[in-house]
Every structure is written in structure tokens, then in C-alpha cells.
């Protein structure tokens, strides 16, 4: 039998497997209510883990290697969490910070720097990692920092500073 007949035999019985969860290369910075977070949904996979076990041979085996994916990724985040301090300042932008910027056009817009896994671009949490993240990481007050975006850069002031 050719190599390739075993690979997609292989292949076909793994589709079942989900794809393991991508664990970013850069450093794991986290606020102190990222890390809680972290903490909660480790505890929220343990318990649902648990119940689908409990469930013994009536459990959903799909579902189940699905929380034991999650539960390896989120296992390794907090694990690598570095917790960082609270923001302090008000002059310069750090993890934490809720900063208020302007664009060109005098738009302002407020984001807080967090964690990768905090992250929830809808609520204004924004990656520290990210280009907008980036661009605002050791600002300060009335900076222009230029924002690297794959939409084109743009010029952005910070107008304000909140710590956390």
C-alpha cells in the first residue's frame, strides 16, 4: 500500500480531534483581574470536565476532547502569566491604563491595555501586543504616537491617562 493511502487513513480517523489552541510567542502580561479571569475559566473547564466524566460511558466524547483541549490552553496561560502591576500613572501608558486618544479627524475613542486573554476589542480591552497596543505602550500624556494598522497608519494623541 502506497504511504499516502495511510496517511489520509490516518488523517480521516483523527477529524474527530480538534486542533490544538495556538499559544502566542510573546510574553504573557497579565492586569490583576486578568488573571482572576484566567483563574475562573480553568475552574469553569475543571467543572464541566468533571461533569461530562461523571456522565461515564452517556458522556459527549466530542465535547469532552474539546474541554480537555481548553483546559491544556487555558492550563498553559496561567501558568505563564505574569501578573503585572497596577497602572499608577497618569503621564505615561502602561498595561492596565485606560487611555483616551484621538485620531485626525478628533474622534476619541478609550481603550484599557490588558493581557492577550483579556482582550475584547468590543468592551474597549485591547491587547497590549496588538498594533493599536503597541502604539499607546509607553505614550505619554499629549503624545502622537503613530498607529500601525494594516487599514494604513494613523496619527493618534493620547488626551488622557486613567490608571487602574
Known sequence: MSRAFVNEDNAAAQTDQPVERQVSA?????????????????????????????????????????????????????????????????????IGSWVTYADEHGTERRVQLVGEDQAAAAKGLINWGSPLGRALLGAQLNDEVLWQRPAGDQLIEVIRIEPT
Open 26 to 94: 510573546q510574553p504573557n502580561y497579565v492586569t490583576p483581574a486578568g488573571i482572576g479571569q484566567l483563574q475562573d475559566k480553568v475552574a469553569q473547564l475543571q467543572a464541566q470536565h468533571a461533569e461530562q466524566l461523571a456522565l461515564g460511558d452517556q458522556a459527549d466524547k466530542q465535547q469532552l476532547v474539546n474541554l480537555e483541549r481548553d483546559l491544556r490552553y487555558f492550563l498553559q496561560r496561567l501558568q505563564s502569566a505574569q501578573v503585572v502591576p497596577a497602572a499608577t500613572s497618569n503621564k505615561k501608558v502602561q
